[in-house]
């Protein structure tokens, strides 16, 4: 992952979009992933993490 956000991607949750670099207000968005086809999956990752957590915590 490149260590500077404005060459990250990021999933807007407000809006479902996915943007280049850091462009919406940090509390409207997930990130910074990788590539744009990890950013289109923040939802699906958000929920896979909390079932691991909540997994986790039953332990």
Not at 3 to 8: F, G, S
Not at 21 to 38: I, K, N, W
């Given at each position: 992952?490149?260590?500077?956000?404005?060459?990250?991607?990021?999933?807007?949750?407000?809006?479902?979009?996915?943007?280049y670099?850091?462009?919406?207000?940090?509390?409207?968005?997930?990130?910074?992933?990788?590539?744009?086809?990890?950013?289109?999956?923040?939802?699906?990752?958000?929920?896979?993490?909390?079932?691991?957590?909540?997994?986790?915590?039953e332990?």
């Open positions: 992952m490149a260590d500077d956000e404005t060459q990250q991607w990021w999933y807007n949750h407000k809006t479902g979009e996915v943007e670099g850091p462009q919406s207000l940090g509390s409207d968005r997930d990130g910074p992933y990788a590539t744009e086809a990890d950013a289109r999956r923040a939802p699906e990752i958000a929920r896979e993490r909390a079932r691991a957590w909540a997994a986790d915590e332990e």
